[in-house]
């Protein structure tokens, strides 16, 4: 079986406008009972940007709890190709938790209460962690009691509309065989699959998909017979090149700085151990001229007081010849 790679944009988006299997993919990777979900801030939803590469869709989901009871949760799913989109993800997370639009309103004691919708993340990432090799990551929060360490049951409002769970997907570490169902759903990102003379498509083995996930087959399937997602997917590949090509650009022209720079320092060095070498010979130099000196002094000084002893043993008193020697 032939479907359209979702690692594209434009497929990951063709595949989560379909709201039941959104629902059915996010509630395999959060292991939540999701009721329904539906698209939230619409007009952020698939706003791409090619020049940054990450892709951000934003759902509203009801889950229903452990008690029965329904909850409204915000999830924000971001897919990105490159290492350095970290910052961005921290950017989009920080408007979530800004935007007066993630707000529920219930009624309380009579009387309307609007609160913050909790946030769930889902990160697909084209590259790997560096030091992590679990191809799906589940970052969970848990309460303690930091005096007696003790592991707390239940949960605040204040503290889940201020921290969240996550989930991070490594999609160059899938791998088969599949060995849970969360796997087995992830097997249509899986990079190995990717036929080696189109990657806009992946070959799986249609016995592989299991009942419950061939509607998730059906919709790639779809996506990769329709001209549209096939053109934008040419695009994507087109900006992701002029990208790399922008960066390979900056790299070479980083390495010129570098090594002319090197090159700079390198003569500054060079140049500095020659005249601290030409400066340690005219002091050495200068030091042999000094004992050179000082031994004609001696010389000189050995003459003068030989002459001395002779002319005073000739008649001369000391003083009339040190007059004459000009002592």
Do not use: W
Not at 7 to 23: C, G, N
Not at 298 to 303: D, I, L, Y
Request: charged share 30%; with cysteine.
């Amino acid at each position: 079986m032939r479907i359209a790679n979702p690692i594209y944009d434009s497929v990951f988006k063709y595949l989560l406008s379909d709201p039941e299997v959104a629902r059915l993919m996010i509630s395999t990777i959060t292991e939540l009972d999701i009721v329904s979900v539906e698209p939230h801030n619409t007009e952020q939803i698939g706003r791409f940007s090619p020049a940054l590469c990450v892709f951000r869709l934003d759902f509203c989901a009801r889950i229903r709890l452990a008690n029965g009871e329904t909850q409204l949760v915000l999830i924000e799913i971001q897919k990105a190709k490159l290492p350095e989109d970290i910052m961005r993800f921290r950017r989009y997370l920080g408007e979530q938790y800004a935007n007066k639009n993630n707000l529920v309103t219930e009624i309380k004691n009579g009387r309307e209460v609007s609160s913050p919708l909790p946030i769930i993340s889902i990160y697909f990432l084209g590259h790997q962690l560096d030091g992590i090799q679990a191809p799906v990551i589940k970052v969970r929060r848990q309460y303690f009691d930091a005096i007696t360490r003790e592991e707390l049951k239940a949960r605040a409002q204040f503290i889940e509309c201020l921290s969240h769970d996550s989930f991070v997907i490594q999609i160059p570490l899938l791998q088969e065989p599949a060995r849970s169902r969360l796997e087995k759903l992830l097997n249509f990102f899986d990079q190995h699959h990717a036929d080696p003379d189109n990657e806009h498509q992946l070959i799986i083995d249609e016995d592989s998909v299991t009942p419950e996930f061939r509607s998730i087959a059906r919709s790639l399937v779809r996506a990769g017979e329709s001209s549209a997602v096939r053109k934008e997917m040419t695009l994507e590949d087109d900006f992701l090149e002029s990208i790399l090509n922008l960066e390979r650009e900056s790299m070479a022209r980083a390495e010129v700085v570098i090594k002319n720079a090197e090159a700079q320092a390198e003569a500054a060095i060079k140049k500095a151990e020659e005249q601290a070498q030409k400066a340690e010979e005219q002091a050495q130099k200068a030091e042999e001229q000094a004992q050179k000196a000082g031994m004609q002094a001696q010389k000189v000084g050995e003459q003068l007081r030989i002459a001395l002893a002779t002319l005073i043993a000739r008649g001369m008193s000391e003083d009339e010849a040190r007059r004459v020697l000009g002592l």
